[in-house]
T-cell receptor, first 114, second 113 residues
């Protein structure tokens, strides 16, 4: 089954404790993104990757890191989480740029930073 | 400034009734507009996509319209079902040296028995 998977689905952590949210897709997609979704706001892009070893900042990259060592994986790293990073996070993948190709979203990771 | 605004923020309807959700955008230059359905606890799933030249697109009981002149789109749901309870997100893409995708905040629809 074609899908985007994320782990963990739920995470509660404390300020400053490094964490990684994994994302994997099995559709051989070139383009992958991370978004955060907050109440009353549309999804906002954190980082994206157009191909292996190519990553770039989205609209809200501060406090986040990513890597793309393999085509299928695109982990999101929070080196020193803060309470304002409490949010619902989605990984997405597409054949190419989302404006041109349909995006497929993962199930989401709900992160709480206390 | 590129923006996508959706209305209403939330809506409650009875099962079997029809409803229409609105999306107004100021994205330029316009490339395409998508409607997504997001069930609680799940990621968004694409319902329809429309380009500049299309003014209607259907997907089962979902019909999207686009008026590129007034920069408005609507999503009409016919004969609603309990499973239609979800958030519906309007997403507009601009094509200018690459693509910029802007998400609306969504309309939360509740269908009651």
């Amino acid at each position: 089954e074609a899908q985007v998977t994320q782990n963990p689905r739920y995470l509660i952590t404390v300020t400053g404790k490094k964490l990684t949210v994994t994302c994997s897709q099995n559709m051989n997609h070139e383009y992958m993104s991370w978004y955060r979704q907050d109440p009353g706001l549309g999804l906002r892009q954190i980082y994206y990757s157009m191909n292996v070893e190519v990553t770039d900042k989205g609209d809200v990259p501060e406090g986040y890191k990513v890597s793309r060592k393999e085509k299928r994986n695109f982990p999101l790293i929070l080196e020193s989480p803060s309470p304002n990073q409490t949010s619902l996070y989605f990984c997405a993948s597409s054949l190419g740029e989302p404006g041109r190709y349909e995006q497929y979203f993962g199930p989401g990771t709900r992160l709480t930073v206390t | 400034k590129n923006q996508v605004e959706q209305s209403p923020q939330s809506l409650i309807i009875l099962e079997g009734k029809n409803c229409t959700l609105q999306c107004n955008y100021t994205v330029s230059p316009f490339s395409n507009l998508r409607w997504y359905k997001q069930d609680t606890g799940r990621g968004p799933v694409s319902l329809t996509i429309m380009t500049f030249s299309e003014n209607t697109k259907s997907n089962g009981r979902y019909t999207a319209t686009l008026d590129a002149d007034t920069k408005q789109s609507s999503l009409h749901i016919t004969a609603s079902q309990l499973s239609d309870s979800a958030s519906y997100i309007c997403v507009v893409s601009a094509a200018s040296g690459g693509f910029k995708t802007i998400f609306g905040a969504g309309t939360r629809l509740f269908v009651k028995a």
